[in-house]
């Protein structure tokens, strides 16, 4: 199977779609894929995992073996993520015999802070104050620059809060370098921000765009906790964040889906935070609330197809599940699943530990407002030993 004979033509059902990362993401497009007839390969360092489950096919390698990424890309049409932390050596391997969508340079900008700052500051979109860091002594420089508090984050590999220390006081500057253990970081000035909006987008391979709008989160120790959609916000700055997005994806000229987390400040400005070039936590409400999934769109994109409409049904709510759930047992599933508005996702992980996310919960509503109390009701009813 050659997918460089269907580089400019839609790859159409009966294809085969591989999938770079075999976590929940994954998982979630490979059901979207099979549902419209799509075979799906899978490739991580393990196996039996969330996307494997329901793959057609599981390659257990490490990102880093360009011998068994280039054999995946052999018996795919295209290569797509759901892990964006694999190296521009891996992409270019894979690229020599299937379309890799995203492309490469997409990956190669947004998995790394420091490339990803420069593209947003050379670009004119708005993020926080930040300077590049690669020792303790140009940390200090940079603190007395940008003041305290100020959030020290490593270059590359963080995700959930992962990497990043606060810095409340200069002081604490060793201690912060020491904690993120690396040789380049970046330090961004602390911004008081009123809410955490997202927008996921796609990009389809002739430039069509479509978004799901701008929906609300909120975290817990740096993990997504709750997304609300649609988000409580004015209208202008409803269509300044998608305003922002969709420039974002065509000047990166993505073909796939990216998500953009914003920073909404007190007197309503637009602060880009991070770019997630995948489906993202924040969109997992569209799988049940939506006319067309991102996970659905995801797959419309990068096989060439028109993209789906993004049409919300209802207010929806989405609550994560982390292994903390489990800490006391079993949930009580029955509980959860009783309440009429609500829908049920597990990942398949056979191990919760706490932080660990192993499922979601999506709560349906009149108003915003009433899906949230749902989510988190449905949630709180795990909990409940019988």
């Not at 330090?187 to 009123?194: G, H, I, R």
């Not at 609550?319 to 047992?329: F, I």
Request: hydrophobic letters at 40%; charged letters at 20%.
């Amino acid at each position: 199977m050659s997918g460089n004979s269907s580089r400019g033509k839609p790859i159409l059902p009966g294809a085969t779609v591989g999938v770079l990362g075999s976590g929940q993401l994954g998982r979630m497009f490979a059901i979207a894929a099979r549902r419209m007839g799509y075979r799906v390969h899978t490739l991580s360092p393990d196996d039996d995992t969330p996307t494997g489950q329901v793959a057609d096919r599981e390659v257990q390698a490490a990102y880093d073996d360009l011998d068994a990424v280039s054999d995946f890309a052999r018996h795919v049409d295209v290569v797509t993520f759901e892990f964006e932390n694999v190296s521009a050596a891996a992409t270019d391997a894979a690229e020599q015999f299937a379309p890799v969508r995203p492309a490469g340079s997409v990956l190669h900008t947004t998995q790394h802070r420091l490339r990803e700052k420069t593209f947003l500051s050379v670009n004119g979109f708005p993020v926080t104050p930040n300077e590049t860091v690669r020792s303790l002594a140009e940390l200090e420089a940079a603190l007395v620059r940008l003041g305290t508090p100020a959030v020290l984050k490593t270059a590359g590999w963080g995700y959930d809060g992962k990497g990043q220390s606060k810095i409340e006081r200069a002081s604490d500057a060793a201690a912060a370098w020491n904690k993120v253990a690396t040789t380049e970081a970046v330090l961004e000035a602390w911004v008081p921000f009123k809410a955490e909006v997202s927008v996921v987008a796609a990009r389809g391979l002739d430039g069509e765009y479509a978004d799901f709008g701008v929906v609300a989160n909120t975290h817990r120790n740096h993990i997504l906790d709750l997304t609300v959609a649609p988000a409580d916000v004015s209208d202008r700055v409803r269509r300044e964040a998608t305003e922002i997005t969709r420039a974002i994806l065509e000047r990166l000229q993505v073909v796939g889906v990216l998500c953009v987390e914003f920073f909404l400040t007190h007197d309503d400005k637009l602060l880009v935070n991070e770019l997630a070039p995948r489906p993202h936590n924040s969109g997992h409400f569209s799988f049940d609330a939506c006319v067309t999934s991102q996970f659905e769109q995801q797959l419309r994109a990068i096989c060439g197809l028109p993209l789906g409409s993004t049409e919300l049904l209802r207010p929806a709510a989405m609550s994560n599940l982390l292994g903390d759930v489990w800490s006391d047992g079993e949930p009580n599933w029955a509980a959860a699943c009783k309440l009429p508005n609500v829908k049920l996702h597990l990942y398949g992980k056979a191990s919760p530990r706490p932080g660990r996310k192993m499922g979601h919960l999506t709560a349906f509503g009149n108003t915003p407002a009433d899906a949230a109390a749902t989510a988190l009701a449905a949630r709180d009813a795990l909990l409940r030993r019988e």
